[in-house]
């Protein structure tokens, strides 16, 4: 193993320089900025091993991206908050062409007014273009991610986004095992999926179609997308194989008797893992996956462990109706015969998450007008 | 000149697409793509030819067409371009077609970028003058004094037409050149030019089109002739930013703008001292270009 000292975008780049990439289109944003920068440095040096281009926006980023991965190319795009936002068309434009881009998103809050902090509101504004969403903890987490992010995505022809939060994991370094790139090149292997774009082949593709048609394709999409939690087993058992390593959509610490389960996604999720021995009767879920949502799973976790009581960590708020992440998880237990309730813990705007934050959320009630949304400024 | 004089190989667009009757966009295409083809790839932005090339998976060309959103030719004329070289075919021609809306406005940034990168493809902008797709709308490549849906009378297209050749001119792309539908040998040999030269190439191509402008599906030619003798649509080309040329050039003596005017339903509510403050614009753009032409160094 050969572990460096990598910030969670150096991790990110090392892995898209690992993967056999034909283009990166890159477009800068704070805090995504070192990965375009680190990958460029890897175009200078000859390293990149694939075409490297600086667009003049992240909508120009995406659409070359789609037309290069429909003329068959395995691409690379990264950026942010209101780079994320400006894309969107696009981002709804890859899905629908079935096109398997990998895109990175780190986290950022989306002005007015402008604002640096690690808010999730960018890449859970995106939530329902069709395309997977995981969510990762740290820089290691990134690393394997991004390459598993084109085994999943080539293998369902669905595009991937790989979300870390801004500074917490961009700008934070730490070991990371990054293997030789023929094993890496070796678990991603040759290309899934076959060109769209063929000189000869007179094909009109994503032209006009009618509802009745459409109905059909998102159908499609949405029963693909589905098969991303059974691949994404797969994809950890073959990636543990490789690497020694391996992730679930669902990870949990749950020390026995607990009454009390965090769900988080992303950096929070190190927080609450640190804090959790002083933390009484209380476990610990990351929800990796939200795109595919792994409802199932979630359910079985809670289920399992007989669990009274659920804290969402939302870095985010769905102004007018609350954190997005308990939103998704109310909807996931309305079928459990014995849910537990769900309280909100609201760092929205990107606020650090702190121990004692923790402990104060616990030592309140969870009743009350209200009572289920607590305000991260409220309790710290 | 006919079209089946033509020294180009083959046609490549379909009877049965969906242009209306004596539409100039579907004509220039079908130039264009017996020009070039029939190693062809299109990357085709929203417009009206979105509805001609058909619904998939029907299809109104002999060659690949890939659809993208309305602001993104631009940049997915580099994508596929790119990654037609990642995956080996290099010597297959790329166009990016698109309207004046994708180009002169919702489309220019993304052009600009690729100008600017030199990306290796040709641009071609069929220009019928207005948002046609959506129902005859005012676009930054809409004549002054032209009614439109969002300037009906009495409004009328207040500003000039956005001087789209300069604008690309000033990127110093390789090769640049206007044509018009009346004359398929010189736009024929404008993109067989094109196709040679490697990097950035951009065609414009006035397209008339009867229901937008006003006009009966059997005068498309006329106009587009009328475009070129009044001195509105001079043809010519541009190499490198700096060498301009005319490549049809009928003299002085100019057809009055009038004749091309009163044609068209589009300018009919036009006063004379519209007219005449239009011929004017005409008349001096002209001169610029005579003048850049004289003045242009030689190869
Ligand atoms: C972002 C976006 N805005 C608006 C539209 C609607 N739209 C489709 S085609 C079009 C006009 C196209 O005009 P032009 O480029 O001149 O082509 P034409 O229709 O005249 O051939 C518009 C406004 C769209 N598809 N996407
Ligand atoms: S509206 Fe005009 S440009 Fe569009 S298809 Fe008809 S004639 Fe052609
Ligand atoms: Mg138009």
């Not at chain 1, 394997?144 to 992010?149: C, H, I, K, N, S």
């Not at chain 1, 996604?265 to 209380?282: M, N």
């Not at chain 2, 417009?47 to 060659?63: D, F, R, V």
């Not at chain 2, 071609?124 to 797709?133: G, I, L, P, R, S």
Request: glycine residues 8%; charged residues 20%.
């Amino acid at each position: 193993m050969a572990y460096e000292m990598l910030s969670g975008s150096q991790a990110a780049a090392a892995a898209v320089q690992r993967a056999g990439v034909d283009l990166v289109a890159a477009y800068p944003i704070t805090p995504q900025t070192a990965i375009v920068e680190t990958l460029a440095n890897y175009e200078a040096k000859g390293e990149l091993g694939g075409d490297f281009v600086s667009v003049e926006s992240e909508y120009a980023a995406l659409a070359c991206c789609y037309g290069a991965a429909a003329a068959g190319a395995r691409v690379f795009t990264a950026t942010a908050s209101h780079g994320l936002a400006y894309m969107h068309e696009v981002i709804h434009w890859c899905s629908g062409a079935r096109v398997p881009v990998v895109m990175v998103n780190v986290n950022r809050a989306i002005g007015a007014p402008w604002c640096l902090d690690p808010d999730q509101g960018d890449s859970l504004s995106q939530r329902d273009t069709g395309w997977m969403q995981i969510y990762c903890s740290g820089a290691q987490e990134v690393f394997d991610t991004v390459l598993q992010a084109y085994v999943l995505s080539e293998s369902l022809l669905l595009p991937c986004l790989v979300v870390f939060d801004g500074f917490y994991i961009s700008h934070t370094y730490e070991a990371v095992d990054i293997p030789e790139k023929e094993k890496t090149l070796e678990f991603v292997g040759e290309k899934r999926f076959k060109p769209q774009v063929v000189p000869g082949n007179p094909v009109n593709l994503h032209g006009l179609t009618t509802g009745d048609n459409q109905i059909l394709l998102v159908r499609n999409r949405h029963e693909s997308m589905i098969k991303a939690l059974d691949l994404f087993k797969q994809v950890n058992k073959k990636f543990e194989g490789y690497f020694a390593r391996s992730y679930k959509a669902v990870d949990s610490v749950i020390p026995p008797g607990s009454k009390t389960v965090f769900v988080a996604a992303g950096s929070t999720v190190e927080t609450i893992r640190w804090a959790l021995p002083g933390l009484k009767d209380c476990g610990l879920i990351q929800l990796r996956m939200f795109r595919p949502y792994p409802a199932e799973e979630l359910c079985a976790v809670l289920e399992a462990h007989d669990v009274e009581r659920v804290i969402v960590v939302d870095r985010n708020c769905s102004i007018g109706m609350g954190g997005i992440f308990s939103q998704e998880l109310k909807a996931a237990l309305y079928n459990m015969e014995n849910p537990p309730i769900v309280e909100d813990l609201l760092l929205a705007g990107g606020i650090d998450l702190t121990i004692d934050m923790l402990h104060r959320v616990l030592e309140t009630t969870a009743e009350g007008k209200n009572a289920d949304q607590k305000w991260g400024v409220d309790v710290r | 000149m006919r079209i089946d004089e033509l020294k180009i190989d083959s046609e490549m667009l379909y009877s049965g697409h969906n242009a209306c009757p004596g539409c100039g966009a579907a004509l220039a295409v079908r130039y264009l793509t017996k020009a070039l083809g029939p190693n062809l790839a299109i990357v085709l932005t929203a417009s009206c030819w979105s509805i001609i090339s058909g619904m998939p998976p029907l299809t109104a060309l002999k060659c690949p067409i890939l659809h993208c959103p309305f602001p993104s030719a631009g940049s997915v004329g580099s994508g596929v371009k790119r990654g037609l070289n990642a995956a080996g075919h290099d010597d297959t021609t790329v166009v990016v077609l698109a309207g004046d809306g994708g180009t002169f406005d919702i489309g220019l940034q993304a052009m600009s970028g690729a100008a600017q990168r030199n990306e290796d493809y040709i641009f071609v902008c069929y220009d019928n003058e207005a948002y046609m797709n959506t129902g005859m709308q005012t676009s930054s490549a809409t004549p002054f004094g032209a009614r439109t849906a969002t300037a009906p009378y009495p409004l009328f297209k207040a500003g000039q037409k956005k001087d789209i050749m300069q604008i690309m001119a000033a990127h110093g792309i390789p090769y640049a050149a206007t044509a018009t539908v009346a004359f398929p040998d010189d736009m024929e040999s404008k993109l067989k030019k094109a196709q040679a030269i490697k990097g950035f190439r951009f065609i414009h191509i006035l397209s008339p089109c009867p229901p937008g402008w006003g006009t009966e599906s059997s005068d498309t030619i006329h106009l587009s002739r009328l475009a070129v003798s009044t001195g509105f649509f001079p043809l010519y080309e541009i190499e490198n930013g700096v060498t301009w040329k005319m490549t049809h050039y009928q003299g002085e003596k100019k057809t009055p703008l009038k004749e091309y005017l009163s044609a068209q339903r589009r300018f009919k509510q036009m006063d004379r001292q519209r007219m005449e403050m239009l011929q004017h614009e005409v008349d001096h753009e002209w001169d610029c270009l005579m003048e850049k032409v004289a003045t242009s160094p030689s190869e």
